[in-house]
């Protein structure tokens, strides 16, 4: 039997001819797009820890805004023009809350392998990439023909085990390379095998970043780049300078070296040469190829508290990143590829999804996925395809969290600055972490909020004169805490306080699902409330005797004022009423399972009745503002005041069946997609709401193929649609992952939710999917459940306790019943197609 019978593999019958056509790999850490062809195959390769920026940038950023006059007094000021519906006046006064930017995910270095026939000419080498400032990114990479003689027979990606497969014919030598980022072995790797006579080939890096150390050797190849200490997104094109370095070999403020280094090391048996900057080998059979990292971020990131030790130097970079390939290199392939297998697949093993029968076997993307008639297939692959996004995306340990592009990026100034947006884009890359059972790889999201905290709380106490932490709509890996816009950045998308409050959402949702006491003390409690001590002081008394949030947005959207006006700032919109709802009460259920007598409980009680509650406007729809004002888009892209309904669980059929119909005339009214994050969110919306009709149609809506140019960005009104990109990343354009990741979160919705105390099987599975299978699927509370369903009904169901805590009992709702299961202490239930339970005497399995 083959290691990958079984697996789900995706298939493309050529080399990438640009960037969107590329294929991931990805360690949590280094992550790379694989494009291949046996000419100039081009490795594009990511640090998660390249970003422009360094680490006093936040506390500086924040010291500029506090010069311009920004703080507590003019805060009050600002509350004041709120409440007189003096929108200018509050505006203009805000302006001055507004730092520059968060800072930018970069481009790392890019590995270039050419392969030709051993005895004829040496591999081209020459035109491969370039050095410097350039954008060597999605856009300008056009491949190259193949070599005489050469036939690419395509390339494949394991969904399973994460390993691309390439397969070419050398003038009758059949030669495979596969390519997979080791978790275990910190590294990019490349295995190359010929079979009928030996190869020739050549190895080169280049990088878009400033090239400042080359070495090559017999052993391999060594690059050392400085990073820009700034860089400014393209969404604001009135930066004289928006990629910053040092002077050449300079530190910024406080020693701070923004300097990366790459090495790569190889293991062959052909000949080997060194040229100039190149590294060749003759007369091979076989080769591995390893990638390893080491940058002064990385070493930052890794020591986010406490006295750090002297900062490591560009030799101690570039020696520690060779050790690390010598290291990786000496395992060799067989090994490498065995312990990367075992650790990948471990973790995406756990938990499936199939709609209809199908999942095994290779599937050509653009004519079975993208052109094809089978949706059962496509669900099935956009749950496997993001459940394995996210494993190579964020792996604890590993580096910052995924960003708005994962950690997959080409470009030297990404849209949106491929940074955290905090207003729904990073929260969604995280949203199926639990329930897809892969919660470790939430952990790179917690370390992201305990930086975020201590950023946030500098500005918590010297902007608004309030305790705890606070975050706005952008972050980085630096801990950006400030409000961005540079003074004149529109409210509705610059001003929101509530960042850190939803980031803090899934701390709860961790501990909710794996039910750890440990977690929930250490890391949650105390972020948890920190920011529910900045609700708390943010808060202040409204006239009608509601504590109000003021100013407040609803992201990112605009509402028409008494004067026919558009505007942003108001107070109390709802979306921040449900995020500190939420907050409030985690934090009071937090000191009860802990057993805390924690003075915060008496404050937090006292202040959540006097929050307001969610209101239905005289039209049917949920209100998105606290006061009945008209939508200057009323089919805009986000579901901002919808949040109570999914995440939060805060609107329920079943438990406030007035306000979820409300939330459903909301979300008619708004309509259907434009871009992929979007999409996920409704699918998930309707999902909450038991409308499999229409969550299936949203579906198949945002997984058709994208068929413009995916390097022109479209606008963001929802007049021009977006879809799925050849190598199925979702974009409108943009490419933004998150669709990708919401996907998962969306389509686990439609088989299985767990919130209000009850797990709901198939509670929104549409008629046109009357077959499937759902394994290891993680419910809030330490359960899971295995379930299949055929013809439209459920054929079989496992809950299973994940605590061994037992014996405990669940409610399960399966249509219009729910059930009480108790189930034995680590055991499992068993419900057949008549329902009757039965025990499994063999435990737990």
């Known amino acids: 039997m083959n290691d990958d019978d079984g697996d789900l593999i995706l298939s493309w019958p050529g080399a990438a001819s640009n960037w969107f056509e590329a294929v991931p790999v990805g360690n949590g850490r280094l992550g790379a797009m694989v494009f291949g062809g046996a000419h100039r195959a081009r490795f594009q390769v990511n640090d998660s820890t390249v970003w422009s920026g360094e680490p006093g940038g936040p506390a500086r950023a924040l010291a500029e805004v506090l010069?311009?006059?920004?703080?507590?007094?003019?805060?009050?000021?600002?509350?004041?023009?709120?409440?007189?519906?003096?929108?200018?006046?509050a505006e203009d006064l805000l302006m001055s809350f507004e730092g520059r930017y968060s800072q930018l995910y970069l481009p790392f270095t890019d590995l270039w392998m050419s392969l030709a026939p051993s005895g004829g000419a040496e591999p081209p080498g020459d035109g491969a990439g370039r050095d410097g400032d350039g954008p060597d990114g999605a856009a300008e990479w056009h491949g190259g023909g193949e070599p005489d003689g050469a036939a690419y027979l395509g390339r494949t990606l394991n969904l399973d085990d994460g390993v691309v497969t390439e397969v070419m014919d050398l003038s009758g030598r059949r030669v495979r390379r596969r390519t997979w980022a080791s978790r275990p072995a910190g590294a990019?790797?490349?295995?190359?095998?010929?079979?009928?006579?030996?190869?020739?080939?050549r190895l080169e890096l280049s990088s878009p970043l400033r090239v400042v150390h080359r070495a090559a050797a017999a052993s391999g190849l060594v690059l050392g780049v400085e990073v820009p200490v700034d860089g400014a997104p393209p969404h604001e094109p009135g930066v004289p300078d928006p990629l910053r370095y040092h002077s050449p070999g300079g530190s910024g403020p406080g020693g701070y070296d923004p300097f990366a280094a790459a090495a790569v090391r190889v293991r062959t048996d052909g000949q080997v040469s060194v040229s100039g900057d190149a590294w060749s080998v003759r007369g091979m059979t076989r080769a591995l190829v390893v990638l390893t990292s080491s940058t002064a971020a990385a070493d930052d990131w890794a020591r986010p508290g406490g006295a750090a030790p002297a900062p490591a130097s560009r030799e101690d970079h570039l020696a520690r990143a060779g050790r690390a390939a010598e290291a990786a290199a000496a395992q060799g392939a067989s090994e490498s590829l065995r312990a990367h297998r075992a650790d990948l697949r471990a973790l995406l093993g756990r938990t499936g999804l199939v709609v209809g029968t199908r999942r095994a076997g290779t599937f050509d993307v653009a004519r079975d996925v993208l052109g094809g008639t089978d949706e059962h297939l496509r669900a099935t692959v956009m749950v496997a395809l993001g459940r394995y996004l996210l494993a190579s995306a964020s792996r604890p340990g590993g580096g910052p969290p995924a960003n708005l592009q994962g950690i997959w990026n080409a470009d030297m100034r990404p849209p949106w600055s491929s940074n955290y947006t905090i207003n729904i884009n990073t929260q969604m890359n995280y949203w199926g972490a639990e329930a897809a059972g892969l919660g470790e790889c939430h952990e790179p999201l917690f370390d992201l909020i305990e930086r975020l905290a201590r950023t946030g709380a500098d500005v918590s106490r010297e902007l608004y004169g309030t305790r705890g932490w606070v975050a706005h709509h952008n972050t980085d890996m630096w801990g950006w805490a400030l409000p961005v816009g540079m003074g004149h950045g529109n409210p509705s998308w610059a001003i929101w306080m509530m960042g850190g409050v939803w980031l803090s959402h899934h701390l709860w949702e961790h501990f909710e699902f794996g039910r750890d006491l440990t977690f929930l003390r250490d890391r949650a409690w105390p972020l948890l409330r920190g920011c529910a001590e900045f609700c708390l002081d943010w808060l202040v008394d409204g006239p009608d005797g509601w504590a109000d949030t003021i100013p407040s947005t609803s992201p990112e959207n605009l509402f028409v004022s008494r004067r026919s006006t558009p505007e942003s700032l108001t107070f109390s919109a709802p979306m921040d009423m449900a995020l500190i709802r939420a907050l409030f009460t985690h934090c009071l259920e937090?000191?009860?399972?802990?057993?805390?007598?924690?003075?915060?409980?008496?404050?937090?009680?006292?202040?959540?009745?006097?929050?307001?509650?969610?209101?239905?406007?005289?039209?049917?729809?949920?209100?998105?503002?606290?006061?009945?004002?008209?939508?200057?888009?009323?089919r805009h892209r986000h579901m901002s005041h919808l949040v109570s309904l999914f995440p939060l669980g805060q609107i329920d059929p079943a438990a406030t069946p007035d306000l979820a119909a409300a939330a459903a005339r909301s979300l008619d009214a708004r309509g259907p997609g434009a871009m992929g994050w979007s999409w996920a969110w409704k699918i998930a919306l309707r999902a909450r709401l038991g409308d499999a009709r229409t969550a299936r149609e949203l579906f198949l809506e945002a997984t058709r193929p994208y068929?413009?140019?995916?390097?022109?960005?479209?606008?963001?009104?929802?007049?021009?649609?977006?879809?799925?990109?050849?190598?199925?990343?979702?974009?409108?354009?943009?490419?933004?992952?998150?669709?990708?990741?919401?996907?998962?979160?969306?389509?686990?919705?439609?088989?299985?939710?767990?919130?209000?105390g009850v797990i709901h099987v198939l509670p929104a599975v549409p008629a046109e999917w009357p077959d499937g299978t759902a394994w290891g699927v993680r419910c809030r509370g330490g359960w899971s459940v295995d379930l299949a369903w055929r013809d439209g009904a459920l054929s079989s169901l496992t809950v299973r306790d994940e605590l061994a805590a037992g014996p405990r009992t669940v409610r399960v709702r399966h249509g219009g019943t729910t059930t009480e299961i108790t189930v034995g202490a680590g055991g499992e239930v068993v419900l057949g197609p008549s329902q009757a339970l039965r025990e499994k005497t063999e435990g737990h399995r």
Do not use: K
Request: contains cysteine; glycine residues 10%; charged residues 30%.
């Open 707 to 756: 068929e413009e140019d995916p390097t022109v960005d479209v606008p963001v009104d929802g007049s021009r649609w977006g879809g799925l990109l050849p190598n199925l990343f979702s974009t409108h354009p943009p490419f933004q992952i998150d669709g990708n990741y919401g996907f998962v979160a969306a389509l686990l919705e439609m088989a299985v939710q767990s919130h209000g």
């Open 590 to 634: 937090a000191a009860d399972e802990l057993g805390l007598d924690d003075p915060i409980g008496e404050r937090l009680r006292a202040a959540l009745p006097r929050l307001r509650p969610p209101q239905v406007a005289p039209d049917g729809r949920l209100r998105e503002w606290a006061q009945d004002h008209p939508e200057h888009d009323p």
């Open 188 to 201: 990019v790797c490349v295995e190359v095998t010929a079979e009928g006579g030996a190869v020739d080939m």
């Open 67 to 89: 010069a311009s006059g920004a703080g507590p007094s003019r805060l009050a000021e600002v509350r004041e023009a709120v409440r007189e519906e003096d929108h200018r006046r």
